[in-house]
């Protein structure tokens, strides 16, 4: 890979990412402190900008944001495949 080619990524940290998928789930309090400002095309990573989409769908619906729930919401939107849960 060419120095050049290195500026065609933008920056990024999927351990980040995941960190604060997984914060939400742990707190749920946490996503009105950061629903306002964190934005799905914040993720650098497709998949992560789903689940956090379907994180926020559960939170405004006013049910748990836990594995279950959200395993439930990703087959609904026939996304759950496409993550890579098999």
Known sequence: MSSNENFNLPPQ???????VLGALMIDKDSMINISDFLRSEDFYKENHAIIYESMIELYEK???IDVVSLANVLQEKKKLDQIGHH
């Open 62 to 64: 006013g049910e748990p």
């Open 13 to 19: 940290n999927l351990e980040a990412e995941e960190s």
